[in-house]
Antibody
Framework: EVPLLESGGGLVQSGGSLRLSCTAS????????MSWVRQAPGKGLEWVSS????????YYADAVKGRFTISRDNSKNTLYLQMNTLRDEDTAVYYC?????????????WGQGTLVAVS | DIQMTQSPSSLSASVGDRITITCQAS??????LIWYQQRPGKPPKLLIT???TLEVGVPSRFSGGGSGTDFTFTINSLQAEDYATYYC?????????FGGGTKVEMK
């Protein structure tokens, strides 16, 4: 069973928008904060955004602040990342990750990732 | 923002070798340091939390240490399946930040 499954990636033009989804299973989604982490091709890991389990607190990397919006629907066990005004440097594999508790806690589950390519 | 400086960026080692990777934080992060292993095309795997706590199921040849700003990650007796890239990450405060990674290659 795959606890986290990302979808929504693809090829998009610079300046365009995309919405990523991460569907969770096998744990009580509404009890945990969630995060997005990305990895550009051949590069290291970069934290993007996190959200509290109740949706009332969100956190963003400076590189995406004002362009990306993290949200969640606990009734659907789904995490989202709305990405607007995409730039070439946003090209990456985007992983969703489940921290072990609050948003600062270490993530014990990761999805397999979805590729976003901006051209 | 807290900068994480990881070194070396790559190293070559043989099976059975002992290797050590260091990670330095730009400010005090107490014990809030994570080590991951990542193989090509796969998500990161959590190995060590709180600088030195080994995750369940992770072999004891892996170890971590340090606190404050200076941390180490060691593999005693490197095995074939350990050739991968390793990352440190601080989780003391937002924004969460990663080290640049260390690629461990076969000598």
């Amino acid at each position: 069973e795959v606890p986290l499954l990302e979808s929504g990636g693809g090829l998009v033009q610079s300046g365009g928008s995309l919405r990523l989804s991460c569907t969770a299973s096998g744990f009580t989604f509404s009890s945990y904060a969630m995060s997005w982490v990305r990895q550009a091709p051949g590069k290291g890991l970069e934290w993007v955004s996190s959200i509290s389990h109740t949706d009332d607190r969100t956190y963003y990397a400076d590189a995406v602040k004002g362009r990306f919006t993290i949200s969640r629907d606990n009734s659907k066990n789904t995490l989202y990342l709305q990405m607007n005004t995409l730039r070439d440097e946003d090209t990456a594999v985007y992983y969703c990750a489940k921290p072990r508790g609050g948003a600062l806690r270490p993530p014990d589950y990761w999805g397999q990732g979805t590729l976003v390519a901006v051209s | 923002d807290i900068q994480m400086t990881q070194s070396p960026s790559s190293l070559s080692a043989s099976v059975g070798d002992r290797i050590t990777i260091t990670c330095q934080a730009s400010q005090d992060i107490r014990k809030y340091l994570i080590w991951y292993q990542q193989r090509p095309g796969k998500p990161p795997k959590l190995l060590i939390t709180d600088a030195s706590t080994l995750e369940v199921g992770v072999p004891s040849r892996f170890s971590g240490g340090g606190s404050g700003t200076d941390f180490t990650f060691t593999i005693n007796s490197l095995q074939a399946e350990d050739y991968a890239t390793y990352y440190c990450q601080q989780h003391d405060s937002f924004p969460l930040t990663f080290g640049g990674g260390t690629k461990v290659e076969m000598k």
